[in-house]
């Protein structure tokens, strides 16, 4: 079946360290997406990737970045330049062209203390 | 700026009724869609209907539909016959038409309890 996959689905790691949070797709999608979602609201963009050695910033990129070496991988690295990185992250994807819906994965809920 | 307003931040419902969650927008862009997405306890963001600025007909998909009126700038969901698998954080969400159609702008949510 094709699909997102996240991992781990839950990550710990102490303040000051940099984190790489995995997501990979099987669905052939041109696209992919970092959202972050934080207790009690919306999802927020953080980067996004129409096509791969190309990706732009969304809404929040600071204390993050990303890579999209191949078209099946998105990797999401949290930076010690994040101040408040304990959120819970989603990867989604969609063809580049049409009007789909975003598929998301199941998310990592990292923590940071 | 796009913007999306949920105001109901929970609500209660019984088993087979329907219930309607909230959702306004504003845009300045003449071509946007709406989608609504339903989030239960496990995280996963689950897909469930899509209504396009242009599309003349209020979608339906099952026991989902699609309340669109485009002068007020409200998309709200109907759910019809009410499951106890409905409860579930539901989250309405916009795209322009800018560069990505994926750059969606979600609400806060609203929290749904189905009760026996």
């Known amino acids: 079946d094709g699909g997102i996959t996240q991992s781990p689905k839950y990550l710990f790691r102490k303040e000051g360290q940099n984190v790489t949070l995995s997501c990979e797709q099987n669905l052939n999608h041109d696209a992919m997406y970092w959202y972050r979602q934080d207790p009690g609201q919306g999802l927020r963009l953080i980067y996004y990737?129409?096509?791969?050695?190309?990706?732009q910033k969304g809404d929040i990129a600071e204390g993050y970045s990303v890579s999209r070496e191949k078209k099946e991988s998105f990797p999401l690295t949290v930076t010690s330049a994040q101040k408040n990185p304990t959120a819970f992250y989603l990867c989604?994807?969609?063809?580049?062209?049409?009007?789909?819906?975003?598929?998301f994965g199941n998310g990592t809920r990292l923590t940071v203390t | 700026a796009q913007k999306i307003t949920q105001t109901q931040p929970g609500m209660f419902v019984q088993e087979k009724e329907a219930v309607t969650l909230d959702c306004t927008y504003d845009?300045?862009?003449?071509?946007?869609?709406l989608f609504w997405y339903k989030q239960p306890s496990s995280g996963e963001m689950i897909f469930l209907i899509y209504?396009?600025?242009?599309?003349?007909q209020n979608a339906t998909e099952g026991r989902y539909s699609l309340n669109f009126q485009k002068a007020r700038k409200s998309a709200n969901l109907v759910i019809s016959a009410s499951q106890l698998g409905d409860s579930a954080m539901y989250f309405c969400a916009m795209s322009g038409t800018t560069d990505s159609w994926g750059k969606l702008q979600f609400g806060a949510g609203t929290q749904v309890v189905v009760t026996p």
């Open positions: 845009t300045s862009d003449p071509s946007y869609g």
């Open positions: 209504q396009g600025s242009y599309d003349q």
């Open positions: 990737s129409q096509i791969v050695n190309d990706f």
């Open positions: 989604a994807s969609s063809p580049r062209q049409g009007k789909s819906p975003l598929h």
